[in-house]
């Protein structure tokens, strides 16, 4: 039985099990006292599990070319973006940078589209890293376990996957074109990259397309199945809040600060284990506020769109109408990047803009005034490579 089915069965009206009983106790509208208790035993389960340490990574956005028509996100299919994919050395450009500035975990990000982002490409871009980033992730379009395979014999130790919404009704609505229109496809993709091979695997929720309690609750579930039969795997949740991003899409459904701190405090006491990762949608004064309660990774210094940390890529933007590429009229050419379009230059668009703008030292350096110590390495493939004499 895949998750798919329980999912079924909780919409259904099944019974919950205990945990997630007491889950959605958690999330329950509560008073201030109420919230400072949660918070309270957050920030002790947190350092029970994993001490004073923040892990910290940084996204690299290979492509932002999408078969996807999403009405929340800015890589929409339909949205008059302009777009760009990286080639494997550029993609070195940027993770070298990367490097400089101390990063050792690197997540790379792509739309979905076969023709721009295959497995292969994958594959030539984590071979191209491995040597020097010990712990390499993918958060791209969903695949099958044996495509998935070639990409964790490459070196990649990480799969990131967010449902978005666990309300179908809901995610058919946004999901007007695409493979990702198939809502169990997608569901059941953290158990095809268990199988592949993955070591640790993210999953998440879009905050902001519909009622928070109700994906709260099913991504609660969906954790505690995964550790149910995905055993061997370490895991992750984010709750991304919806950002500014191209098309303009509205949120109808708000997440209030303090609910989305007393989600992510819920997720602590009920899973002390899971990884929590905050990433720069949110603002600094929130995020420095989360850092000593439940967070245990967060990104730094990101960029959403391809070439972002190095104006790689710039010299091949471009427009993509109905499927083909439009050539851009460079004398007339204006950025419309939503993110830190460098003066002068025509920068392909980012997925959302970004709250948390500090440099990563900086960063850094507000986690040691917390009594935090940045871990920006935790990994190395030495780790299981045979002993010799």
Not at 83 to 102: F, I, M, N, P, Y
Not at 277 to 306: D, K, M, Y
Request: include cysteine.
């Amino acid at each position: 039985m895949s998750f798919v089915a329980q999912l079924n069965a909780l919409d259904a009206g099944a019974p919950l099990s205990p945990l997630l009983a007491r889950f959605r106790s958690l999330i329950a509208p509560v008073d201030p006292s109420g919230l400072e208790r949660l918070a309270a035993e957050a920030v002790a389960t947190t350092r029970r599990h994993f001490g004073h340490t923040m892990r910290l990574f940084a996204p690299i956005y290979l492509s932002n070319e999408c078969v996807n028509n999403c009405s929340y996100c800015g890589f929409s299919r339909d949205n008059p973006i302009l777009r760009t994919t990286l080639t494997v050395d550029q993609v070195v450009k940027e993770a070298r940078h990367l490097e400089k500035l101390g990063f050792r975990h690197i997540l790379l990000v792509a739309g979905e589209h076969p023709r721009f982002v295959s497995e292969g490409y994958l594959e030539e871009c984590l071979a191209a890293l491995r040597d020097f980033v010990p712990t390499l992730a993918i958060e791209v379009g969903p695949m099958e376990a044996p495509e998935y395979v070639p990409l964790v014999l490459a070196g990649c130790e990480g799969l990131v996957v967010y449902q978005e919404t666990y309300d179908r009704e809901a995610y058919a609505i946004y999901h007007t074109a695409g493979p990702k229109k198939n809502f169990d496809w997608r569901l059941e993709c953290p158990e095809r990259g268990y199988e592949a091979g993955f070591r640790r695997i993210g999953i998440g929720a879009l905050m902001g397309l519909t009622d928070w309690r109700y994906d709260a609750l099913r991504l609660a579930a969906h954790l505690e199945y995964l550790y149910r039969t995905c055993w061997k795997a370490t895991f992750t949740i984010s709750l991304p809040r919806l950002r500014p991003a191209a098309g303009g899409f509205a949120p109808k459904f708000a997440m209030s600060d303090a609910e989305f701190v007393q989600t992510l405090c819920a997720f602590r006491v009920c899973f002390p284990q899971v990884g929590i990762v905050l990433s720069t949608r949110e603002s600094e004064s929130l995020r420095n506020a989360l850092f000593p309660l439940c967070v245990t990774s967060i990104s730094a210094g990101s960029h959403t769109e391809p070439g972002g940390y190095t104006g790689e890529g710039s010299d091949d933007v471009h427009l993509t109408v109905k499927g083909r590429r439009v050539e851009l009229d460079t004398a007339t050419a204006t950025p419309c990047s939503t993110t830190s379009a460098r003066p002068g230059e025509t920068t392909a668009t980012g997925q959302f803009d970004i709250a948390d703008e500090r440099s990563p030292a900086a960063v850094a350096a507000h986690l040691r005034t917390l009594g935090l110590e940045p871990v920006w390495k935790d990994w190395d493939a030495s780790i299981l490579a045979p002993l010799t004499a």
